[in-house]
């Protein structure tokens, strides 16, 4: 927990060192992202995500970043079965956790350092600009990200539904292994890959005590908390990206399309808008 929260208040500290610098550094931007997502597990409509998102992103330097986005539009409201049986899509669901209902409650905070290196050599150098080592070169693509989600649904069988909050922490150290800018353009084509952390944490009525025998019907575990690994390869052209997660959680539980080694492809269109803001 102390490292989540020394994590969560970098971009702040650092923000309050580089306003005493140059105030100008700060851009803030009005940001949107449309995606597509599916498990490479279950390829049914229930088991995949087309998701709208609206937020407020903000960057010092291009360095720090930190975003907060809501959902304004999900192709699935709730997820439905007719097969009492069924547990895998839910499996999946709880993979996918964004692909959920159209609403404000199910939102994304997340926060960044493209470039330790950068980050460090910043606060070093305070006033000063210090020479940059030439045996330092290969820290600058080097970087960290954490995202925290909340996702909210229904999971329903015939007589049973529960509403049911997916909490999402990823923390994760990323690399750069391309990043030039495009002719004539300044848009950019960036390939990194990135890898650490992920949990799913299961709540809402879903995690009431007295539910415990109905979770095992929808998952086949009443267990609430999983924690994993993922590895990840993203590659942006310009507006456009797509992006491959493999995903480890332990395979002692055993849900369908959610343990062991499990795919994930997402393709998607963003927009950072600029917006003009003033800094007194």
């Known amino acids: 927990m102390r490292l989540l929260f020394i994590f969560l208040l970098t971009p702040f500290l650092y923000f309050s060192q580089s306003e005493k610098k140059q105030k100008t550094d700060l851009n803030v931007y009005l940001k949107t992202d449309i995606n597509y997502a599916s498990s490479a597990a279950d390829n049914r409509k229930e088991s995949q995500s087309a998701v709208g998102t609206l ?85 600058k693509p080097i970087g960290a990200q954490m995202s925290f989600r909340i996702n909210n649904t229904i999971w329903q069988k015939p007589n049973v539904e529960l509403p049911v909050t997916i909490g999402t922490l990823s923390l994760d150290m990323t690399f750069r292994l391309l990043d030039v800018e495009m002719a004539e353009s300044d848009e950019r084509i960036k390939l990194i890959v990135s890898t650490g952390y992920t949990n799913r944490r299961l709540g809402g009525d879903y995690g009431l005590n007295e539910n415990s025998e109905l979770r095992k019907e929808f998952l086949g575990t009443d267990k609430l908390a999983f924690d994993g690994f993922k590895l990840s390869t993203r590659l942006e052209i310009s507006k456009f990206y797509g992006q491959f997660d493999l995903t480890t959680f332990g395979k002692k539980v055993g849900i369908a399309g959610f343990s062991g080694d499990q795919a994930i492809i997402t ?11 003033k800094t007194k």
Do not use: M
């Not at 000063?128 to 080592?133: D, I, L, N, T, Y």
């Open 55 to 139: 937020g407020i992103k903000f960057d010092v330097y291009n360095n720090i970043w930190a975003s907060s986005t809501f959902t304004v539009h999900s192709q699935n409201q709730e997820i439905k079965t007719e097969d009492i049986s069924e547990t895998k899509l839910f499996g999946t669901n709880l993979l996918l956790p964004q692909n959920s209902s159209s609403d404000i409650s199910n939102f994304e905070l997340q926060t960044g350092v493209s470039s330790i290196y950068r980050l460090i050599r910043d606060f070093k150098s305070s006033e000063k600009k210090c020479p940059e080592k030439k045996s330092h070169i290969f820290l």
């Open 267 to 277: 393709v998607g269109l963003r927009a950072d808008l600029p917006l003009a803001t």
